[in-house]
């Protein structure tokens, strides 16, 4: 199967889930998967023609990554990629997602929870792991899932 490991993006928990999706994406690999690394934002400036070639990249793309005690220059990310471009989907990233037989979002924190990439996922059909974006929507903003579990009698603290 080809599975594309998106993890990285803008968030203030980019090492964690660069992390995350590094340990996926080899632990895909080593059961026979085409899995391949992809950072939300950064994307992918070098690509192979036809595209589809990254799939067989033998080391799968994934980074030598660790979490730092320190929260991530969000600026430095910003300014590391190529195209200077603010859109939270770096080059490639969603030709890359179509091609792939599943997107395995390995994202935390605001750029992979809050229903975002979700929604445009679902636009453009390309399949995912986890929950849709409405579900994420409601789940990351905290008073509104509290609010809707009060409603359904589900007991939360105060």
């Avoid at 490991?5 to 992390?19: H, M, P, Q, Y």
């Amino acid at each position: 199967m080809k599975i594309v490991v998106l993890a990285g993006g803008i968030s203030t928990e980019r090492d964690v889930s660069l992390v995350t999706g590094a340990s996926v994406c080899r632990a895909l690999r080593e059961n026979g998967h085409k899995a391949i690394f992809v950072d939300l934002f950064l994307g992918l400036e070098q690509v192979p023609d036809p595209l589809e070639a990254l799939f067989d990249a033998p080391d799968g793309l994934c980074p030598d990554v660790k979490i730092s005690a320190v929260a991530p220059d969000l600026e430095a990310v910003r300014r590391s990629r190529a195209d200077q471009s603010a859109r939270l989907f770096g080059p490639h990233v969603l030709e890359v997602c179509a091609l792939a037989d599943l997107v395995f979002l390995g994202l935390h924190g605001q750029d992979g929870e809050d229903g975002r990439i979700q929604a445009a996922f679902d636009l453009l059909g390309i399949r995912y792991t986890g929950t849709d974006y409405v579900s994420s929507a409601l789940a990351m903003d905290k008073s509104l899932a509290k609010e809707l579990f009060a409603f359904h009698s589900i007991p939360t603290p105060a």
